[in-house]
């Protein structure tokens, strides 16, 4: 069986390096055998592809896409915090926001982007409980974000 880091690799994707806090944070917290991550907003090389509200402006496809970007953030953060990320016992749980237009109401969908690849690196163990919130506005108009809540091996 292969490792998440060959897997993402096998998905054609590269692990980031780690965001940088927007204000007084820090991208991980860890308490016993949970790291819980900071929320992660879909950056690419410090920046934001897509930005304002899912349903006026950025489609339900572009906000998928995002919610899959925040999800490899978060592994990034993972993976700094805890070396390799065949540590992680389990994806535990998974909050994802949605910038949405007050008629839209997909934010499961969206945060599906999020959620499955966490099932596609992670296998059985990427399966979590999640909750999907549509708010108003996000830092930096950012679309989407997600945090994590991991086990730790």
């Known amino acids: ?11 054609g994707l590269e692990i980031p390096e780690v965001a940088a806090p927007l204000a007084s944070y820090v991208p991980t917290a860890r308490t016993g055998s949970l790291v819980y991550t900071a929320g992660q907003l879909p950056l690419v090389k410090g920046e934001l ?52 237009d007050p008629g839209f109401h997909g934010q499961p969908k969206v945060v599906n982007g999020a959620s499955e690849l966490f099932g596609e690196v992670f296998g059985e163990a990427g399966r979590h409980a999640r909750s999907a919130v549509g708010v108003s506005v996000l830092p930096r108009d950012a679309a989407v974000e997600v945090e994590v809540i991991a086990e730790v091996r």
């Open 1 to 11: 069986m292969s490792t998440p880091e060959e897997r993402i690799s096998e998905l």
């Open 49 to 100: 592809a897509v930005v304002g509200k899912v349903g006026a402006g950025v489609t339900e496809e572009q906000a998928v896409e995002q919610a899959r970007i925040c999800a490899l953030n978060a592994i990034a953060a993972l993976r700094a915090e805890v070396g390799e990320l065949s540590r992680i016992a389990r994806i535990v749980k998974v909050v994802g926001f949605v910038a949405s």
